[in-house]
């Protein structure tokens, strides 16, 4: 059956549909109104770019009927969570941000970070884009409610606890409690009543009611004070204290009193940020960014619609008003849910003028600017320009090797190859050569073989040649080196750079000269200079392990094998030399007789 009769039968019913690909996979998840007026869009696109690159791999499709559009909406959620479909809006990393959990259907409620948002009954607020802020939120509710965040399952019965062994028994509080950040239900220390109410104190300040939380704290603390409870309606000062100090930094933004979110979008070529104003009671109580990955052909609206979707579907703090930029599809779907999950009426709006335009303008210019953060212009090092214009290139060489050859009168010959990704070593991508068919002292030989090799390499892994080569020496070493990239009919720009003179020479023979302070110069000699130290240091450790070796060679009764593994064991002569006839004998290959025979020779 075809994609187009799957469409012809599929129900008439609120529900989600799921477009699959050639080889099964999920690339799309949408919900309907009625699927499959819904699905018919998608046999005949017209004047969608998106859509029609949809269309073209979709091969088969899967729905699922639900009761209601609402239940559409959370399964959808679910679904894109799960699946993460390639042509669905969704946000960065969107598994990852962390919320702040209060398990208000325990005995005794806790507080604590997570980023499961399973349905058990406990009310979430976030999610929290920066760690640090979630921090402080929690932070703050342990220094002023003193709301336990331990994993101890209280029972109903204060002064019993049950651990995860399920065992009971009675315990003294914590060191939060003596640090003031617990109020100590697990020893008793505070009545269930009274901790009750602190967990509501907390719900309230999360959701940004501080006025009428600031209200009843001080009608409690005046009320302790009345019955001589002293100590509770210190507590209570010292949190309303707190509250008033923390309200007198939010920054007052209207005088109508309705909660409300504000939400700013901006938007890219692959990517777009929201950011949400969080207003309760006339003030900013949190500012929130969202990343999405959103080509640019993807409608406002479906952007919007994912922010609700995926924010303010899981949170317990829905407001009064939720303010956008742009209609979303279907609002009355979002807002019938709204009213599901809150009690009352929550309404969408897109005003035109006054002070919510004013207020979404302000997010909207917030999230430009972490838009730009999010994807950075590309800045190209000054260096790597001026390299650019001194050799009339195209454009800036941001991939540079530099290669050097170390030997002693021809003897352990090595190569080196240095890579820089614009004025920055990729140490990770040096790599190192022994010279192989070159006898005796012939430098350009040298260079040519390892050239060769390291364009056959990346040739053969199809790595990407690098921009610009330079090479340690003069006009014979930049000779061998343009040999061995004309062996694979590969055109680079190489130079080379001559110790004494700090003279340049480039591929068509010119010799260039560029000021000692130039940026461009001081990074030729940087990869240089690394490139003779990475080159040197490899030819050291042959040549002195070559001398051990030799060494070795006059000690009597040891072969090739057990020269090698004692030079593997202590890592030099000088070692060697130190150690006792026991450490010999520690070697595989050694036993004491011929530890003793090894150690009497070497001090002859």
């Not at 007198?248 to 309705?258: G, L, R």
């Not at 080196?481 to 591929?507: C, S, V, W």
Request: with cysteine; net charge positive; charged share 30%.
């Amino acid at each position: 059956m075809g994609f187009a009769d799957k469409v012809a039968q599929a129900p008439s019913g609120p529900g989600v549909y799921l477009l699959k690909d050639a080889g099964g996979k999920v690339i799309y998840i949408g919900k309907a109104r009625s699927l499959r007026d819904r699905l018919r869009a998608y046999t005949q696109p017209k004047d969608n770019p998106r859509l029609e690159a949809l269309v073209t791999r979709v091969k088969d499709l899967e729905t699922i009927i639900t009761r209601s559009e609402t239940e559409a909406l959370v399964l959808e959620e679910n679904l894109v969570k799960i699946k993460k479909p390639k042509y669905n809006v969704r946000l960065r990393d969107d598994k990852k941000f962390p919320y702040l959990k209060v398990t208000v259907k325990a005995p005794f409620p806790r507080i604590y970070p997570t980023r499961n948002i399973k349905p058990d009954g406990s009310l979430l607020f976030g999610p929290y884009t920066s760690a640090r802020e979630l921090r402080r939120a929690l932070k703050g509710v342990k220094r002023i409610f003193r709301i336990r965040t331990c994993n101890l399952r209280i029972t109903h019965c204060a002064s019993r606890i049950t651990p995860k062994s399920g065992v009971g028994r009675r315990v003294r509080p914590c060191l939060n409690y003596q640090l003031n950040r617990c109020s100590g239900p697990c020893a008793d220390m505070i009545s269930e009543k009274d901790y009750h109410r602190q967990v509501q104190y907390v719900v309230d300040f999360l959701s940004g009611r501080s006025d009428q939380l600031i209200s009843e704290i001080e009608k409690q603390m005046w009320a302790e004070s009345e019955t001589e409870n002293f100590e509770r309606a210190a507590i209570l000062r010292d949190q309303l204290m707190a509250l008033r100090q923390i309200r007198k930094h939010q920054q007052a933004v209207s005088q109508d009193k309705t909660s409300r979110d504000i939400v700013g979008l901006a938007r890219g070529d692959k990517a777009a940020v929201a950011v949400m104003f969080r207003i309760r009671e006339g003030k900013i109580v949190a500012k929130e960014e969202y990343p999405l990955t959103a080509s640019k052909d993807v409608a406002d609206s479906e952007v919007l619609a994912t922010v609700l979707r995926s924010v303010h579907t899981h949170i317990h703090d829905i407001p009064d008003e939720i303010v956008l930029p742009a209609q979303v599809e279907d609002p009355e779907t979002f807002e019938q849910w709204f009213r599901q999950r809150r009690g009352r009426k929550v309404r969408i709006v897109v005003p035109e003028r006054g002070e919510k335009r004013k207020l979404l303008d302000l997010a909207r210019r917030n999230a430009e600017k972490a838009l730009v953060e999010l994807t950075p212009e590309e800045r190209i090092p000054r260096a790597n320009q001026e390299l650019a214009a001194i050799l009339g290139l195209s454009a800036p060489p941001r991939g540079i090797e530099g290669v050097d050859i170390s030997n002693t009168q021809g003897k352990q010959a090595v190569g080196s190859v240095v890579v820089f990704h614009d004025y920055r070593p990729a140490k990770k991508e040096y790599r190192l050569f022994k010279v192989r068919t070159v006898k005796g002292p012939n430098d350009f030989a040298m260079m040519e073989e390892v050239m060769a090799r390291r364009v056959r390499g990346l040739l053969e892994r199809n790595r990407p040649l690098p921009d610009l080569v330079l090479v340690d020496g003069g006009k014979g070493q930049l000779s061998a080196a343009i040999r061995a990239y004309h062996q694979f009919d590969a055109e680079i720009p190489i130079m080379g750079l001559a110790k004494r003179t700090d003279t340049l020479y480039y591929i068509d023979g010119r010799e260039i000269s560029i000021p000692v302070t130039s940026p461009a110069m001081k990074l030729l000699k940087r990869i240089r200079d690394e490139s003779h130290r990475f080159a040197v240091t490899f030819h050291r450790k042959l040549r002195g392990r070559k001398m051990v070796e030799s060494e070795l060679d006059a000690l009597r009764g040891i072969g090739p094998k057990r020269r090698r593994a004692l030079i593997r064991y202590f890592g030099s002569l000088k070692k060697l030399k130190q150690a006792s006839p026991d450490e010999i004998a520690q070697v595989k290959g050694f036993g004491p007789a011929l530890a003793e025979k090894v150690h009497e020779q070497l001090h002859r």
